[in-house]
C-alpha cells in the first residue's frame, strides 16, 4: 500500500513529470542540455578526426607551388587548368605565377656553403654563419638557415643518457673556471692506425679559454709521460691553480699526486662513472674526434702526430667556439691585437 502513498508520489513527479502537463515540454531539450548536432559536426568520444593522420599541410608558397605544377603533370596539363588546380589546393593564382626573385650571389653563396659543411662536417648553420661573415658575407643566421634546409644539410644531434650528479668537489658544474690557468683538464683518447695497432692521444686544454694545450700521440702511455708533459707545460707557460681529471691510474698514481702537491696544483678527480662531470675536455675530445678521427685514415704513427697537431693549430688559431662568442681560443697575442686596435682608434 506504502507503495502507491504519498511518500512515492512527490518522486514520481520529479522523475515523470506531472501527468496533467503536455509532453512535448519534456521532449525539448532543457535549459541546461545541448542539442543533437547535425551530420558533419564534431566527432564522438573515440572517433578521430578524418582530417587528421594525414600529411602535413603545406604551408610554404613554394610547398604549394610545387604541388600544383605536380598535379598538373600527373592529371595531364590538358585535362586540369592551372586555375582550377589552384582553387582545389587553395592556392592564390598570384602566389603561383610569382617570380621568386634569387639573389645574385646566392649560386656563390650556396657553394660556399657546401663547402664550409663538406670541410667541418660536424659544424652547423650558425657557426658556418660566423665563419661566412669572418669571411665577408652579408648574411644573417636565418638565410643561411633557409639555404642550409633547402640542401637537405644536417647535423644530427646526440644527447647521451646522465646519472644524477654526485656532490664532489672534482666535478666542471661545482668549481667552474674564473680566468686563464685557473683550471687545467687533461684525459686519453683512443684510436687507432690503418694496420689495426693501437693509438693513445693525452689531450690537455684550459677550460677557461679553452685552449688546447697539447695532444701527445703514442702507442702506449703512462705516469711517466704525464709528468714529462706537465712538467715541460709548467715551465713554459706556468703552473695552474687546478687540474681535473677522472680515475685513470695514470692521473691517479701516487707519483703524479706527490709532485703536483709539491708544485702547488690542487688535483680535482671526477666520480668513477661520470664522464659529464669533466665536461670541458669531454666535449673537447669529442669535437676531436668528430672533426679528425672520424674522417682521417692514419697510415702510420708519424702521420697521425702531423695531422692531429695540424688540427690543434687550428682549433687554436682559426675554429669559432660559441662559448666564446665564435672567436677562436688563439694565443693572446693574436686576441689582443683587434682590441688594441679598438681603443686606440
Not at 551530420?39 to 599541410?57: E, V
Not at 621568386?100 to 662536417?121: F, K
Not at 674522417?295 to 708519424?302: A, I, N, P, Q, S
Request: charged residues 30%.
Amino acid at each position: 500500500d506504502r507503495c502507491n502513498g504519498q511518500h512515492v508520489l512527490p518522486l514520481a513527479e520529479g522523475v515523470r513529470g506531472h501527468p496533467e502537463r503536455s509532453g512535448k515540454a519534456s521532449e525539448r531539450a532543457g535549459a541546461g542540455e545541448y542539442p543533437f548536432e547535425e551530420a558533419g559536426g564534431r566527432g564522438g568520444t573515440g572517433q578521430g578526426h578524418p582530417a587528421r593522420g594525414s600529411l602535413g599541410k603545406l604551408l610554404s608558397p613554394t610547398k604549394r607551388r610545387r604541388t600544383v605544377e605536380h598535379v598538373r603533370e600527373t592529371l595531364g596539363l590538358d585535362h586540369i587548368s592551372e586555375r582550377r588546380a589552384c582553387r582545389v589546393l587553395g592556392q592564390p593564382r598570384s602566389t603561383q605565377r610569382r617570380t621568386r626573385h634569387v639573389p645574385e650571389d646566392e649560386p656563390r653563396l650556396v657553394r660556399r656553403i657546401i663547402d664550409l659543411a663538406t670541410r667541418y662536417g660536424r659544424y652547423g648553420y650558425r657557426r658556418i654563419t660566423m665563419m661566412l661573415s669572418e669571411e665577408g658575407w652579408r648574411v644573417n643566421h636565418k638565410r643561411i638557415e633557409r639555404l642550409w634546409r633547402q640542401e637537405g644539410l644536417k647535423v644530427p644531434a646526440k644527447q647521451p643518457k646522465r646519472r644524477r650528479l654526485w656532490p664532489a668537489d672534482g666535478s666542471c658544474v661545482r668549481l667552474r673556471p674564473q680566468h686563464r690557468d685557473h683550471v687545467w683538464s687533461y684525459d686519453f683518447v683512443f684510436s687507432r692506425t690503418h694496420d689495426g695497432r693501437p693509438v693513445r692521444m693525452l689531450t690537455l686544454i684550459d677550460e677557461f679559454t679553452r685552449e688546447c694545450l697539447a695532444i701527445d700521440v703514442s702507442r702506449r702511455m703512462t705516469s711517466e709521460d704525464v709528468l714529462e708533459r706537465l712538467s715541460d707545460l709548467f715551465i713554459h707557460r706556468g703552473p695552474p691553480e687546478h687540474i681535473r681529471s677522472d680515475n685513470g691510474p695514470e692521473f691517479t698514481a701516487h707519483r703524479v699526486r706527490d709532485w703536483l702537491e709539491n708544485v702547488g696544483v690542487k688535483t680535482l678527480f671526477i666520480e668513477p662513472g661520470s664522464p659529464w662531470e669533466n665536461g670541458f675536455i669531454e666535449s673537447f675530445n669529442g669535437k676531436l674526434r668528430d672533426e679528425l678521427l672520424n674522417v682521417e685514415l692514419f697510415d702510420t704513427l708519424l702521420e697521425a702526430k702531423v695531422l692531429i697537431e695540424r688540427w690543434r693549430v687550428h682549433y687554436n688559431t682559426e675554429r669559432l667556439h660559441s662559448s666564446l662568442g665564435y672567436r677562436p681560443p688563439a694565443p693572446e697575442a693574436v686576441l689582443t691585437t683587434p682590441q688594441h686596435k679598438q681603443i686606440t682608434t
